[in-house]
């Protein structure tokens, strides 16, 4: 069945970085876009990045852009999240989620990491 | 703000039908698939409509979606204290090659 684990979150200070992994099995990783999308404490679903099955396209929320570096290693079935300069509305639990068709159709979750910008 | 717009809770009683409405633009629900997600609390995301009004293996029929024009609408029938959830609408914005989401809607079934 597929699975994704998500590692790597913790406690930052502001200005400070962290990289979350996501570690795949059960499905073709390489066959496969795959995203971030957080959520912080008591709000909504917020989409994070994208990276095409093959690492041709990467795309960011405005709110992330030039801070957060999203990149996979197929060979390893793993998806990195590189989070740098972070702010306190960064805080968020972040899901790895796999894109099981298009336009977000978002068909398998992680069960998140808690990143936790804080001084 | 979000760049789709859900009404922030909806209720109903057991049994009965309720819709959840999402509005987008040209750029993204007027041109893009709808995708519908239900999280209870404390859990994880699950996907409940694709592709504006498909289901996957394991959703109930109770659960439908549909797409006019810039809007989208997921319906619940027969509706059961289980169903409280937040309810969320994605798709992908062509203008601002992003995923986005609405801001949600909490359903309370009274």
């Known amino acids: 069945q597929v699975q994704l684990v998500e590692s790597g979150g913790g406690v930052v200070q502001p200005g400070g970085s962290l990289r979350l992994s996501c570690g795949a099995s059960?499905?073709?990783?390489?066959?496969?876009?795959m995203h971030w999308v957080r959520q912080a404490p008591g709000t909504g679903l917020e989409w994070v990045a994208v990276?095409?099955?093959?690492?041709?396209?990467?795309h960011y929320a405005d709110s992330v852009k030039a801070r957060f570096t999203i990149s996979r290693e197929n060979s390893k079935n793993t998806l990195y999240l590189q989070m740098d300069s972070l702010r306190v509305e960064d805080t968020a639990i972040y899901y790895c989620?796999?894109?099981?068709?298009?336009?977000?159709?978002?068909?398998?979750w992680g069960q998140g990491t808690l990143v936790t910008v804080s001084s | 703000q979000s760049v789709l717009t859900q009404p922030p809770s909806v209720s109903a009683a057991p049994g009965q039908k309720v819709t959840i409405s999402c509005s987008g633009s040209?750029?993204?629900?007027?041109?893009?698939?709808v995708s519908w997600y239900q999280q209870v609390p404390g859990t994880v995301p699950k996907l409940l409509i694709y592709?504006?009004?498909k289901r996957p293996s394991g959703i109930p029929d109770r659960f439908s979606g549909s797409k006019s024009g810039t809007s989208a609408t997921l319906g619940i029938t027969g509706l059961q204290t289980a169903d409280e959830a937040d309810y969320y609408c994605?798709?992908?914005?062509?203008?601002?090659?992003?995923?986005?989401f609405g801001g949600g809607t909490k359903l309370t079934v009274l």
């Open positions: 989620v796999r894109e099981g068709g298009a336009d977000c159709r978002f068909d398998h």
């Open positions: 994605a798709t992908w914005d062509g203008s601002l090659s992003a995923g986005v």
């Open positions: 040209s750029s993204n629900i007027g041109r893009r698939y």
């Open positions: 592709e504006n009004n």
């Open positions: 990276e095409s099955s093959d690492g041709t396209y990467k």
């Open positions: 059960g499905f073709n990783f390489n066959t496969f876009a």
